[in-house]
């Protein structure tokens, strides 16, 4: 794909009760549409969720957090306007990234699903999951390392999984890679180090101004050699205040800030 790049990458950044949320402005030149990419990491309490509109106007979301966080981020998305979804990534089965899709399904229209393809994770959510974004394989796409989904000048690069797998779904989870001109984002699921890992030893380039950190900012994940080749500006963790899993740990924090990153929560 021939990109054409933007002169710089400009982000204004909005923080609400609802959601982190910045908008990258490209040259004008770069998009037909608004020219602007506008990402929204919303706030679903202990879990992920990541909606994004292209300059072209296609919806994107990446996770739907817990069961109880698909009403917080239906009422988000209400608020926006937003009444389809083109394109869903589930990026691993955990609850507290597939849990909210029962909510958003039944209120949306959702025109297609991508996930990583593993079926051997036991949970009666997962088996209604399953048969959620299974029943209908045309609307269906499995993401693993190397796949591309191109829309206008906006390019997700699928870094993660890789095969075979590690036999760990945080470490299995999708990771991807968002560009658009001189802009670009990694979206780092749950990974830890070992996907951290995995991943620098493709020799991928993983170079981002955003980062959304990897497993709600747990102190297994963000090791310095992964920040050393992200070098993030920005870093939003995703995440309940005073959960019980003691996340964000203060030693991915200090490995985040020691970057000279701006660290924000949702």
């Known amino acids: 794909m021939h990109k054409r790049r933007a002169h710089a990458w400009t982000a204004r950044l909005l923080i609400t009760v609802l959601a982190f949320t910045f908008i990258i402005t490209g040259h004008p030149s770069l998009a037909a549409g608004s020219g602007k990419l506008e990402v929204h990491f919303i706030d679903v309490g202990q879990g992920d969720c990541t909606f994004i509109r292209v300059p072209g106007g296609e919806n994107i979301l990446v996770d739907t957090g817990s069961p109880g966080g698909g009403a917080r981020a239906l ?82 690069r699928v870094l993660n999984p890789i095969l075979p797998p590690s036999g760990n779904l945080n470490d299995d989870s999708a990771v991807l890679r968002i560009t658009y001109g001189e802009f670009s984002m990694l979206l780092a699921a749950d990974i830890g180090m070992l996907g951290e ?26 090791s310095p050699d992964f920040l050393g080749l992200v070098r993030p500006e920005l870093v939003i963790i995703s995440l309940a205040e005073n959960n019980k899993y003691g996340q964000p740990g203060e030693a991915a924090l200090n490995r985040l800030k020691s970057y000279g990153a701006h660290v924000y929560r949702t």
Do not use: C, W
Not at 208 to 218: F, R
């Open 75 to 156: 009422k988000y998305l209400n608020s926006l306007g937003i009444a389809t979804i083109d394109h869903m990534i589930l990026t691993h089965p955990h609850d507290d990234h597939i849990g909210g899709i029962f909510k958003l399904d039944s209120a949306l229209n959702v025109k297609k699903f991508y996930d990583i393809g593993f079926s051997n994770f036991q949970s009666s959510l997962y088996a209604d999951y399953l048969k959620l974004v299974r029943s209908d394989l045309s609307k269906y796409s499995i993401l693993q390392r190397g796949t591309e989904l191109i829309f206008g000048d906006v390019a997700i």
């Open 197 to 222: 890992e995995r991943i620098l030893n493709t020799g991928d380039d993983l170079k981002s101004q955003v980062l959304k950190a990897g497993h709600h900012g747990d102190n297994n994940a963000s």
